[in-house]
Nanobody, 126 residues
Framework: VQLQAFGGGLVQPGGSLRLSCAAS????????MSWFREAPGKGREWVSF????????PYADSVKGQFTISRDNAKNVVWLEMNSLKPEDTAVYFC????????????????????WGQGTLVTVSS
């Protein structure tokens, strides 16, 4: 049972990247999911959440209108589309599986997640 995040890399300011989070050993269709990020020297912060149906997708204020979360349960994958990237978006990005099988809120809290991917580094620099 694991999550694997990939798709990070070096991108210039204003560029775009799409991160993927692939699940193995379980079906993503049973779980709400989130993306978090951890910038150098900072704590891990919540970025976005998506419920199992993809119909509820809140975002952190810092990325609202810039990032888009989506999923394909048949492919067992969650994506994070990142546009207009800025140097302050530089971070290791993690996907995480929500621990509840019902919506319990508090989606931005780390302890609401019971499975984490290994992270993928996004560097925004010219």
């Amino acid at each position: 049972v694991q999550l694997q995040a990939f798709g990070g890399g070096l991108v210039q300011p204003g560029g775009s990247l799409r991160l993927s989070c692939a699940a193995s050993g379980f079906s993503l269709s049973n779980y709400d999911m989130s993306w978090f990020r951890e910038a150098p020297g900072k704590g891990r912060e919540w970025v976005s959440f998506i419920n199992v149906y993809g119909g509820y997708t809140p975002y952190a204020d810092s990325v609202k209108g810039q990032f888009t979360i989506s999923r394909d349960n048949a492919k067992n994958v969650v994506w994070l589309e990142m546009n207009s990237l800025k140097p302050e978006d530089t971070a290791v990005y993690f996907c995480a599986r929500y621990r509840h099988n019902y919506f319990a809120g508090q989606v931005s809290l780390l302890d609401q997640y019971n499975l984490w991917g290994q992270g993928t580094l996004v560097t925004v620099s010219s």
